[in-house]
């Protein structure tokens, strides 16, 4: 483990919510994070980079010779990687691994803690052919030559009606193929299962969310639990997707109201340029449009939604069904306790094709450091009542 993030999880494990100073600190811990820039500088000098660190022009000039080495057309700007608040697209991402001659492990390794993205999903002929050209050692013209012989299709809107075929089929399925003609004749001969991604993640969405939203289900059970600490808008059994996201991340009734009416059902306005929120935590942050689009099946366009709502559903349930069995809101939880949700989550997070929790990564640390407090929920939302704050006091100055 790197010393960056050991001083996260030592954060994660430290942090009180009790603590006079609390919000300093999580403003000092916002402005730790890596951006994607110095995650780069991070990984690129561990994989050949020898040069000054803090020298933009010798980093980018590294990259470039890496990339003409490779045989890879060139960015627009190298240099740009390394200016702040840089972000790149996943091709982007794809052709710096090639470029690094990463392994797959290593290219897990730099879409984790760099890009802080899944790699390679191969339900998307791209990054099947990515997946295996990098298993097989094969370049990034390499791939590219294997992607104009294979037919161009569109992305379905929805789950399809009929049986799925899985991520870790296809990937098993790639792994038992050794020449480039196999894997096309593979993708092409199976062409309609690369037009849709995320079924399983979704499918324990679909799961996780009819457990809390139905009449009898955690979040009217909790909800009445929690009601008499008159703290939180509580949902009742015939509660709507927003008075249930709302109980969930502890907004107050006059809140839940405000935004309601005001916003829209729309957390945008409080997750944009917060201070609490730091990097890309807020960026594909659950909310309620989200969560009436997965229960539909609809396939949402990026990764990181689904990747996240799992997370947040998950860590929900798991207290939820403790408080309630314990009947407290204010339930002191056990290290197993939190040991054991830890390790529900990342289980979710492997069978559904995603990186399991890092510290590194902004809006995983949330999860982390509320799994170290004794109530965790309590603490999830002890932390979105202070970026509420926040987000108020800016309106205010």
């Not at 990097?279 to 659950?286: D, M, Q, R, W």
């Not at 939820?320 to 040991?339: E, F, M, V």
């Not at 054991?340 to 590194?360: K, M, S, V």
């Not at 002890?382 to 509420?388: G, L, Q, R, W």
């Amino acid at each position: 483990m790197s010393q960056y993030t050991e001083l996260l999880n030592t954060w994660a494990e430290t942090l009180s919510i009790d603590a006079d100073d609390f919000e300093d600190k999580l403003l000092d811990i916002a402005r730790l994070f890596r951006g994607f820039s110095e995650a780069l500088t991070a990984f690129i000098a561990k994989h050949g980079y020898t040069g000054d660190l803090g020298n933009a022009a010798s980093k980018a000039r590294f990259l470039s010779s890496r990339f003409r080495e490779a045989g890879i057309r060139p960015l627009h700007s190298f240099r740009a990687l390394f200016s702040p608040n840089a972000e790149i697209e996943r091709e982007t991402a794809y052709r710096i691994c090639f470029a690094l001659g990463l392994d797959v492990v290593e290219t897990n390794e730099f879409f984790r803690c760099v890009q802080f993205e899944r790699s390679f999903d191969c339900h998307t002929i791209r990054e099947a052919v990515y997946y295996f050209c990098i298993k097989n050692n094969l370049s990034y013209s390499e791939a590219e030559a294997i992607l104009a012989r294979i037919p161009v299709t569109k992305k379905a809107k929805a789950i399809p009606g009929r049986d799925v075929l899985y991520t870790g089929a296809i990937i098993d399925c790639i792994d038992s193929i050794k020449d480039s003609e196999t894997l096309i004749q593979y993708i092409s001969d199976n062409i309609d299962d690369f037009q849709y991604n995320n079924v399983t993640a979704i499918k324990y969405i679909q799961e996780l969310w009819a457990d809390i939203s139905k009449a009898d289900g955690l979040a009217a059970k909790e909800g009445a639990v929690i009601n008499g600490t008159n703290r939180y808008a509580v949902a009742d059994p015939d509660a709507s997707t927003w008075a249930i996201f709302s109980q969930i991340i502890g907004l107050t009734n006059e809140l839940k109201s405000e935004y309601s009416i005001k916003y829209d059902r729309s957390l945008t306005s409080v997750l944009s340029a917060n201070k609490l929120i730091p990097l890309k935590a807020g960026y594909c942050f659950p909310n309620r449009q989200n969560i009436d689009k997965l229960i539909r099946g609809e396939l949402v366009g990026d990764n990181e939604i689904v990747r996240k709502m799992l997370i947040f559903l998950t860590f929900y349930t798991y207290w939820a069904r403790i408080i309630i069995s314990q009947n407290g809101a204010c339930y002191l939880a056990k290290p197993a306790d939190s040991k054991r949700c830890f390790d529900t989550i990342n289980n979710r997070l492997y069978y559904a094709g995603y990186p399991e929790l890092y510290a590194g990564n902004p809006y995983d640390w949330l999860f982390m450091w509320a799994l170290n407090d004794e109530t965790p929920l309590e603490a999830f939302r002890y932390y979105m009542v202070e970026v509420f704050a926040e987000r108020k006091e800016k309106e205010n100055y």
